[in-house]
């Protein structure tokens, strides 16, 4: 393994997908565990593996992001990644596992570590609450928190890649309400955890509309989930692309540059390790005034750095994705 893969809670350790998936080491937080053996742990995994990417969700509290950056500092260790994530507690678990089984693959702790970034847009992560009166992470209308208050209403909100919310209704509203949420254009699996509330919509309704192939696979809910949605009643879903070739195929598509700060190597605009940015291309030389040639013909369109990036499921995206 060019790394090893830890996370700052056991929620986020899913089953592996097979025997090959690498296990996450799990830090213990820091109110069970004195800084000095701290210290301890992360040396002992960098003597064993090298490089140590950590996966902590930005809603992790403050005391263990403050624990990692001292750790960090006082090791002087520039082969620590911290990855922050923005995902709910199930897809930043999903986001985990993947990782997992990249890190068994021949992909270097730089690429590695900013690879989390590029597969958090391919992970649609969301969930069915009761109410959205407490819910402060997703956008909601203030039309949406009052009716959050009424008995019996249920939203099926989806965190990410793209924000959406609806209402969903009883009877027939509720089979037609996955229609106003969408989903991936490529091929998914589906994993819930159920906590207080009753409901058969991500199954019944969501799977269907979302094409998921094969059987719904179902995890404990994470502890930290309630917290996050702002409520108990829920029940939480990702879907996300499950088969390693994908994921590497994924990977190994996107250009690569070394960072020019640390030497690391990375994918994306932004470092995984020391989080530099990725320097702007220089400008082409001017060719001065007898270079000029014709302009671009009608109809034609030039891809510069300021250029869109090809939406997941288009044309660019399905090429990557077999």
Partial sequence: MPAAIAVTSADLVLPPTDPGTPQAVVLPPPDTRPLDASLADMQQLLSRYGHVVVVCPTAAPAAVEHRLHTVRALLESDRIA????????????VLVRQLRQLAGC????????????????????????GSVSRLDRVPVSLGSHLKGWLPGAHFAVLAGPTPQM???????????????????????????ARGQLQTDWP?????????????????????????????????EFAA???????????????????CHWCGMELIGDRCGFCAAPLPPAAPPPD????????????GTHALGPGAPHPAPGGPAARAALP
């Fill in 82 to 93: 911290l990855v922050r994530t923005d995902l709910p507690p199930l897809g930043a678990a």
């Fill in 106 to 129: 021949d992909f270097s702790p730089g690429v590695l570590a900013s690879a989390a970034r590029l597969l958090a847009h391919y992970i649609y992560a969301g969930a069915v609450l």
């Fill in 166 to 192: 609806v209402r969903l209704g009883s009877g027939k509203k509720a089979a037609s309400a996955g229609d106003s949420l969408a989903g991936p254009e490529f091929g998914t699996e589906l994993l819930l």
């Fill in 203 to 235: 199954t019944t309704t969501l799977a269907p509309h979302w094409r998921v192939p094969g059987p719904v696979h179902e995890a404990p809910l994470p502890a930290s989930s309630p917290d996050w949605w702002g409520t108990g009643k829920l029940v």
């Fill in 240 to 258: 996300y692309l499950p088969d390693l070739p994908v994921l590497y195929q994924l990977v190994s598509s996107v250009r690569r540059e070394t």
């Fill in 287 to 298: 060719p001065g005034p007898h270079a000029l040639g014709p302009g671009p013909r009608a």
